[in-house]
């Protein structure tokens, strides 16, 4: 805003930085850290619209309201494609770990707690519960980590074709992944 003031005002070239303040705080902040400089950046710019006009300086109407409108209008669609990036890069970062997990050294079991650790982690729920169909012994097995017992994932749970049949119903208002 400063630049701008020393070189025009409203016509200076110096308008697109805020377009780039808005694309590094959303990157590094997240969504509602770029939220707030592109509205930072709109009041920023029509205080300095205002100040073109006090100095008497050359003021193009058409220009600063064009100018403004893109800010209201590509501001909020950059901080949401930045947005997009961090999620997907969490999201590949969670599946980079889990395939460095699946390791056959540890064990099924304990990859499998593990993975769900960190399903888990990743999607701050409270308990992360798996069911598999055990076909060894016939039935249903039950494993669940949560915030307080992590590593109870690791280790297998008989439970009844019943319970199995009432946990397997998808609930609304649970995340049910099959």
Known sequence: AGLM??????????????????????????????????????????????????????????RFLLRLSFLLALGPMLVYWAGLELAIKRRLALLRDITRLSNPRFGVDHTLGSIMERLRAFYDAETCVLIMLDQARGGHSLRSANRREPERGVGAKQIGEDLAGQLLREPKALAVSA
Do not use: E, M, P, Q
């Open 5 to 62: 003031l020393c070189s025009g005002g409203t016509n200076s070239l110096f308008f697109y930085g805020f377009f780039f303040a808005i694309l590094a705080a959303s990157f590094h902040g997240g969504c509602s850290v770029g939220r707030r400089v592109a509205l930072a950046s709109a009041i920023l710019f029509t205080l300095v619209g205002f100040a073109t006009v006090l100095a008497g300086w050359d003021f193009a109407l058409n």
